[in-house]
């Protein structure tokens, strides 16, 4: 009863310092509050393995009982060894040809923007086109590449690819934002076969569709099936249904050509004939009617 009562008791106290522990793990550094969390959970789940051995009885002697608080600090242990094994590993594969670019690949693979920004700011340069294009792919496939990838592009890295393109788009960790920035292209064709702007519409009104916006996406263009990204979006085929006036009258304000029919021969001026006013947000209203000539 005892050894059931010192078990339940160092339980508990695991309990309150992982508390404790998961509110000290927000830092500023994406990367290190990636790895905070990590050791975080690896600890979560030492607790949840010591406390299914009291469940079932398998650990209440002293002998283990003495040994039980190594096991937050194993399960860590052996995920850092194992990682710096992985990254060692990945050092002596890399294809890179010089330090200072394996320690771009590192850094790109592992989050790091800080590091290459130091770099940059030392005067680190991507020469190569190839290998710029192998970095950022390294930084898309990585941790974390919100940072890295302007860091990358600062650097000198071609980002005006659309395979690297479309990894960006459909990545939660960065957006097409910093590429369109330092040059490429709105108007390529994804490798759907369409127009960045109809993929990035499909996930609503977002950044990704402004930036294409503000670099000069060509809104005549049409996709496979011969829609405008005006009517697309009106329609809802591109987005997450119809009624997204606001963002069609950005649209317009970019200069989209709402006499062009849909395909369906159904124009803006029909749609805006069967909306309902509270569909459409008052500060937009009177420049869609202006628009519309109404």
Do not use: C
């Not at 850092?80 to 890179?96: E, H, I, N, P, Q």
Request: a positive charge; zero cysteines.
């Amino acid at each position: 009863m005892a050894m059931t009562w010192a078990a339940g008791g160092l339980l508990g106290f695991y309990a309150l310092l992982l508390g404790y522990l998961k509110t000290q793990t927000r830092r500023s550094d994406p990367a290190g509050n990636a790895l905070a969390s990590a050791y975080w959970a690896f600890a979560l789940a030492a607790w949840m393995v010591l406390a299914a051995m009291t469940a079932i009885g398998w650990w209440l002697h002293w002998s283990v009982l003495l040994l039980a608080p190594l096991l937050p600090v194993a399960l860590p242990t052996v995920y850092v060894f194992g990682r710096a094994l992985v990254r060692a590993a990945a050092g002596l594969t890399s294809r890179m040809p010089t330090p200072e670019l394996r320690r771009a690949e590192r850094a790109a693979k592992d989050g790091h923007g800080t590091i290459v920004q130091e770099m940059v700011r030392a005067g680190f340069r991507i020469d190569n086109r190839e290998i710029g294009r192998s970095l950022l792919r390294s930084a898309l496939k990585g941790r974390y590449a919100r940072d890295v990838i302007p860091a990358l592009l600062d650097a000198g890295a071609d980002g005006n690819d659309p395979a690297l393109m479309a990894m960006a788009l459909g990545s939660p960790m960065t957006s097409l934002r910093p590429f369109l920035e330092h040059g490429a292209d709105p108007n390529t064709i994804h490798p759907s076969g369409d127009p960045f702007i109809f993929v990035a519409m499909e996930g609503g009104w977002t950044d990704d569709v402004r930036a294409l916006l503000h670099a000069g996406a060509d809104l005549t263009k049409r996709d496979r099936e011969g829609w405008t990204v005006l009517m697309a979006h009106a329609t809802g085929r591109r987005g997450f249904g119809p009624g997204n006036w606001t963002g069609i009258a950005e649209l317009l304000e970019k200069g989209a050509d709402l006499t062009v029919p849909a395909p369906d021969g159904r124009t803006l001026a029909d749609l805006f004939a069967k909306a309902g006013l509270y569909e459409i947000h008052p500060d937009r209203l009177p420049a869609i009617r202006r628009a519309l000539g109404l």
